[in-house]
Each structure stands twice: as structure tokens, then as C-alpha cells.
């Protein structure tokens, strides 16, 4: 077979684009993490370790004198909100369990189940360990209920939180919607009712195994 | 020494012939195996599943559910429950709050489901129509209604025309379904068949529409459930977050007679009740007979049986 010449300029070419194809390959393959990086994205609100909620919205619907909400109210509430996306998200990301403290957020009535049958709504537990943690989160929109006589019964607040990092499939982004409604108890303000609807987005590679998961009962 | 490179140098000679070889073999496999990962890699960001790069986080990820939600609220009533709901007659002029309009709701939270049966208020209850038993309070009320059906009645929301126009007109109106062609001077009610939207003075008008109709009551009580429930379906829209359900709790707060439960419980029940698809609620007159005092009408009996054992209406009725 009679040897192929090859003339300076294609050398140099080729020798180009092999460099070129590789250097692809390299961005390619480290593009699963990098180039959908959360922390790409500035965190825009609040970050993981120091996340402090803000309030936005407030409505106080009263069947009696109308009222606002006291200080120390809206922030005992949002004390335990942020509490909970503490002890009920960043924990479970963080460190693959949940925050000691998350059980006393709730009162009587929905402790078992918050604890038990509502946990994979309620936390990030069974993701576990995330690196590289981004999030953000929407200003609290605190509603109140005032009965006849001036008193606060119920401080609901809602908030989403966008929670973004790595697992060893790609980037995870997980968006909670949390609606929690606390009630007096004593001194303290505790969880009584809650709506929380988690969404939780893996790399396209890993979506139908997600969803089938998802699909079972 | 010059030679030899020269020599090597030279692309015709043999050793140079077999380093190029050698370069392009090498160049040529390097070049397949960037393509062939290039085309793994665009396969598994399409979504196909590529063995070794997704075996060890297949079952990782197999354990997150994409969607999971909760909705949860404590210390409401978990077993079955009563709710007599009263419109009752009382305006400026006219005292004494006769229940003129009873219906009783039956909620069972384990089955998720309910049902809901209308009292006429001409049905004889100890010598007297039964809608005098509101002129002693809700709690009376309820007692007879009870006492009627056979139920435990643990919870009344009792208004008047008032609280009933304050309430409808609070919540923006409601879309009603009207059933047959309303012109009654009486009541006031003008309306077309079909769905209908009223302020609080036109569903009070539509719900008090007796004349149009040949058996006058009995129709009416049925308009007042029809009416129920196409509220219920609306608020249930409104009812998907706190803010609207402190809405309503605090219009009930203002309107409406309470009893055997408060604001703060009645925030448990109404999550629970307004959990329930009010599409899926019948609806039933209790069958009557006769004319003046009514009296209980064939299948009854059987209808409050039926209703009490667990609050939902399984048969025909």
C-alpha cells in the first residue's frame, strides 16, 4: 500500500482538530456538572448556610376589630419557617439526615404524620447528600386569621424554595412549595396544617427513572 | 549525524513512512473513540440509557420521587360527621328566625366522601313545623333535626338574610345552576335556566322562590341545596390555600351563627369538608307526604338509614 503523504498544512490541521475534538470531549464530559452548575446562578434571596426568609405579602382576615400582625408574631413564624427549611431540606442535602430540631416544629395533630407518612413530601431526606447547595427562595407571604375578639388563631405562610447542587447523577434542582399554617401554643408557634408540594428535576438521563418511580403508588 | 536526521526527516524513506502510519493509526482511534463517547454522551443528554455511565446512579436516583406533595391538617374530627346548615327568616321586621331552610351535611373524612339531605321546613316535628325550632336557637334546631333524622348533629352554621347576602356578596358571588325559569314578585327572583351568576340579594331571592313552583317548598329546599353546592364548588377553588380559607372563615366570623364549634375549629373541619369534590355529593329532599304539616314521605326512613350509618346515600333515592 503505498504511504499516504501528507502535505504540512493538513498535517497542522489535523492536528487541530484532533486537539479540538478532544478538548470538546473534555468540556463535553465535564459539562454533566459544569455547565448546568448551580452555583452558576447567584443565589438571589437567601443562601444555604446563612438563609434568613424575608416577608412579603401580608393579609389579616378578621371576623372581628381588625388587627395587625405584631412583630414578635411574624417573627416567631418566620423563625420557624426558616427552621424548617433548615432542619427539613438543608439537614437531608447537607449532612443525609434530618435536623434534630425538625419533630418540634409540628404540634400534636400533624406530628405523626410529618414525621412519618408526609417525610418524603416534607423533606429532602431521601435524596441525600448534595454538593455544591444553591438556593433561593421566594418572600414569605404571611396570612393571618383574627377571631371576634382580636385574637390570632392561625399564621399561615407560603414561600417556595428553589434548592439546587450536584449528586452523582448531574445537577438536582428540587422546588418546594410550602404552605405552613402555625397556631399559638403557649409561647411558641407550631406547625397545625401544612400543603408542601416537592418537585424534584434530575439530568435527562435519569428523568424516566425518575418517573417511573414517581408513577408508583 | 546530519544525514541521519535529514533521513529521518525525509517523508519517502522507510522510517518515516512508518512513523506517519503510526501518527495516523494513532490519530485515527483517538478521533473513533472521541466520536463514539461524543455520541454516548449526546445519547445519555437525550435520555438514553447508557449502561456503565448510568449504572451506579441508576438505583440512587430510583429512590427520588419527581413529585411528591402533602396536605395536612391536625385535630379535626376523623370519623364521621354532621353539619346542619340553617337559613333562617329573620329581617328587620320580622323576627323569631324560623329555620326555613335546613340541610344537613353528613361528612365521612375516612371515605372521603359526604352527602347532603334537605328538610323541608313544613315537616311536622312534635305538633309543630320544624322550622319553629330555630325561633329557640341553632342548638334547638339541631336537636330536632336530629331528633328527625336520627343523627348526631354536632356542628350548625346558621345565617340569616343579613349574614346570607353578606356572605355571598363577601366570597364575590356565585354561579348558580338554575334549574326551570324563576318570575316570582314575591322573592324577587327573575331568572333564565342555566348557570347564573347572583350578588348576595339575587341568590337570597333565588333561594326563597316558593310560588313559582306547584309543590312551592319542597322545590324551594332543593333550589337551596343546588345552591349549597355550586357555592361549595366554587369555594373549593378559593380554598386551595390559607389566604382564601382565612377569607372565609373570617365571613363566617361575621355572618353567621356558630354552634358547637368555633373560628379556630372550624378552620379543621372546613379543610375537610372542602377536601371533598362537592360534584360528587348527592343532594336528596327527604321524600314527604301529605299537605300543610308534611309528614315522612315512602323511603324515608330508609333514606335517614342509609345516611346515618356512615353519611353517605349508597341507595337510589
Given at each position: 500500500m503505498a504511504p499516504v503523504h501528507f502535505p504540512f498544512r493538513i498535517k497542522r490541521l489535523g492536528a487541530g482538530a484532533l486537539c479540538g475534538a478532544l478538548v470538546l470531549a473534555a468540556c463535553g464530559g465535564g459539562?454533566?456538572?459544569?455547565?448546568?452548575?448551580?452555583?452558576?446562578?447567584?443565589?438571589?434571596?437567601?443562601?444555604?448556610?446563612t438563609s434568613i426568609l424575608r416577608i412579603g405579602s401580608v393579609d389579616v382576615e378578621s371576623a372581628g376589630p381588625q388587627e395587625q400582625i405584631p412583630t414578635a408574631v411574624g417573627k416567631a413564624v418566620l423563625t420557624s419557617a426558616q427552621a424548617y427549611i433548615d432542619n427539613a431540606m438543608f439537614s437531608p442535602l447537607q449532612n443525609g439526615t434530618i435536623g434534630v430540631h425538625y419533630p418540634y416544629l409540628?404540634?400534636?395533630?400533624?406530628k405523626p404524620a410529618a414525621t412519618g407518612a408526609d417525610e418524603g413530601a416534607l423533606t429532602?431526606?431521601?435524596?441525600?447528600k448534595v454538593e455544591k447547595l444553591s438556593t433561593t427562595a421566594t418572600p414569605v407571604a404571611l396570612s393571618a386569621l383574627v377571631g371576634n375578639l382580636g385574637d390570632f388563631m392561625y399564621v399561615a405562610t407560603n414561600f417556595d424554595v428553589v434548592v439546587k447542587g450536584n449528586v452523582d447523577a448531574g445537577p438536582l434542582t428540587i422546588t418546594h412549595h410550602v404552605e405552613l399554617t402555625f397556631a399559638p401554643q403557649g409561647k411558641a408557634w407550631l406547625v397545625t396544617a401544612y400543603r408542601v408540594q416537592t418537585v424534584r428535576k434530575l439530568p435527562t438521563t435519569t428523568q424516566n427513572t425518575t418517573a417511573n418511580a414517581g408513577a408508583k403508588p | 549525524m546530519n544525514d541521519r536526521t535529514h533521513n529521518e526527516r525525509r517523508p519517502g524513506t522507510r522510517v518515516g513512512r512508518r512513523t506517519k502510519r503510526i501518527l495516523l493509526a494513532c490519530a485515527g482511534a483517538t478521533t473513533a473513540v472521541v466520536l463514539a463517547c461524543a455520541g454516548i454522551f449526546a445519547g445519555w443528554l437525550a435520555g438514553m440509557h447508557v449502561p456503565l455511565a448510568s449504572g451506579a446512579t441508576y438505583l440512587r436516583v430510583e429512590k427520588l420521587a419527581p413529585l411528591s406533595s402533602a396536605d395536612r391538617v391536625g385535630g379535626g374530627p376523623s370519623g364521621l360527621f354532621f353539619i346542619l346548615l340553617v337559613g333562617n327568616d329573620s329581617r328587620p321586621g320580622v323576627g323569631g328566625a324560623r329555620g326555613d331552610a335546613l340541610h344537613v351535611l353528613g361528612v365521612n373524612p375516612a371515605k372521603h366522601q359526604a352527602s347532603m339531605i334537605d328538610i323541608p321546613r313544613d315537616t311536622c316535628w312534635n305538633g309543630d313545623k320544624i322550622n319553629a325550632g330555630n325561633t329557640q336557637g341553632p342548638r334547638a334546631q339541631a336537636n330536632d333535626v336530629s331528633g328527625l333524622v336520627g343523627v348526631p348533629i354536632s356542628y350548625v352554621v346558621d345565617v340569616d338574610f343579613a349574614g346570607f347576602t353578606g356572605l355571598v356578596d363577601g366570597i364575590g358571588g356565585v354561579d348558580v345552576n338554575v334549574p326551570t325559569q324563576m318570575h316570582d314578585t314575591y322573592s324577587g327572583a327573575y331568572f333564565s335556566p342555566g348557570m347564573q351568576h347572583m350578588n348576595g340579594s339575587q341568590a337570597l331571592s333565588f333561594s326563597r322562590?316558593?310560588?313559582?313552583?306547584?309543590t312551592s317548598d319542597i322545590v324551594r329546599t332543593h333550589n337551596q341545596g343546588i345552591l349549597i353546592l355550586d357555592a361549595m364548588t366554587q369555594l373549593r377553588a378559593k380554598m386551595q390555600n390559607a389566604p382564601g380559607e382565612f377569607k372565609l372563615l373570617a365571613l363566617l366570623g361575621r355572618h353567621a351563627q356558630l354552634d358547637g364549634i368555633g373560628i379556630k375549629d372550624l378552620y379543621r373541619l372546613s379543610r375537610i369538608a372542602f377536601s371533598l369534590n362537592p360534584n360528587q355529593i348527592p343532594n336528596v329532599t327527604m321524600p314527604y307526604t301529605g299537605g300543610g304539616c308534611l309528614g315522612l314521605g315512602a323511603g324515608a326512613s330508609s333514606l335517614f338509614a342509609d345516611f346515618r350509618d356512615d353519611g353517605i346515600l349508597e341507595s337510589p333515592h
Open positions: 459539562s454533566k456538572h459544569s455547565a448546568t452548575d448551580p452555583t452558576v446562578t447567584t443565589p438571589k434571596v437567601l443562601a444555604v448556610k409540628f404540634d400534636s395533630g400533624v429532602d431526606l431521601g435524596v441525600g | 322562590d316558593r310560588h313559582d313552583f306547584p
